[in-house]
């Protein structure tokens, strides 16, 4: 992903968790670190208020909004109060904040729906925060076989509908079967509509931050 933008003036709250309300728009309902989708984990209640510096090694950043992050509870919890380095691109371990590093230049996709590092750095915040658990391994498989599935059904159904059309043109069909044909050719356009739709929705949240309130 390139980079991500936090908003630059959110209004001023004195608990960190008042920010995930915000945090979960800025970075697209999304954990920065795995890439799970809110939709994927079960909502916003297994995502955290992430402090990029750790709260407990710089508590003055604890509610600083250019501190904060969006990140399912798993990441959180492996990265912990893990900070070795304020210059991980130099010391080649630490942690990269994916507001100031563009993690196109760190990651790739890897064998076998693993994320592979490009950097030192990378393969140490792979190492440490677990990004090639099973469970994101089986997600990212899930994407693209459904991604490959999307694009076979939409394919399917457009030929089909050529077909249909093609046979309309036929001059000499009788007006029964016509409005058999055409009543077929409607209901197929339908289904192409309902599965766009819903395909092109996929990453609508799911869940309300009210329904944990
Ligand atoms: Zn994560």
Same mark, same amino acid.
């Given at each position: 992903?390139?980079?991500?933008? &936090? ?12 920010? +995930? ?26 995502? @955290? ?5 750790? +709260? @407990?090694?710089?508590?003055? =950043?604890?509610? #600083? ?5 969006? $990140?399912?509870?798993?990441?959180? #919890?492996? +990265?912990?109060?893990?900070?070795? #380095?304020?210059?991980? =691109? ?9 507001? !100031? ?14 994320? *592979? ?16 658990? @099973?469970?994101?391994? +089986?997600? &990212? /498989? ?15 159904? !457009? ?5 249909? @059309? $093609? $046979?309309?043109?036929? $001059?000499? =069909? ?6 058999? =044909? ?7 356009? *339908? ?5 766009? *739709? *819903?395909?092109? !929705? /996929? ?9 944990? /309130?």
């Amino acid at each position: 992903m390139a980079l991500l933008h &936090r908003r630059p003036n959110p209004p001023r709250h004195s608990s960190y968790q008042r920010y +995930k309300a915000y945090l979960r728009e800025d970075f697209a309902y999304t954990c920065v670190y795995c890439g799970i989708h809110e939709n994927e984990a079960g909502g916003p209640r297994y995502f @955290s208020v992430e402090h990029y510096r750790p +709260k @407990s090694r710089f508590p003055a =950043l604890t509610t #600083s909004y250019p501190n904060l992050l969006y $990140a399912c509870g798993v990441c959180n #919890s492996y +990265k912990g109060d893990d900070w070795p #380095s304020d210059d991980p =691109l130099t010391d080649g371990e630490g942690y990269l904040d994916p507001c !100031e590093h563009d993690f196109d230049q760190h990651f790739e996709p890897g064998r076998d729906f693993r994320v *592979a590092g490009k950097t030192t750095v990378a393969d140490y915040m792979i190492r440490r925060m677990h990004l090639n658990r @099973s469970m994101m391994r +089986k997600i &990212r /498989r899930n994407r693209q076989e459904e991604a490959e599935l999307h694009q076979q059904f939409v394919a399917l159904v !457009e030929r089909n509908l050529n077909l249909l @059309s $093609a $046979a309309l043109g036929n $001059a000499a =069909l009788l007006p029964q079967q016509q409005s058999e =044909l055409q009543q077929e050719l409607d209901t197929l356009q *339908a289904q192409l509509q309902r599965r766009t *739709a *819903a395909w092109n !929705e /996929r990453w609508e949240p799911m869940f309300s931050m009210d329904d944990y /309130r």
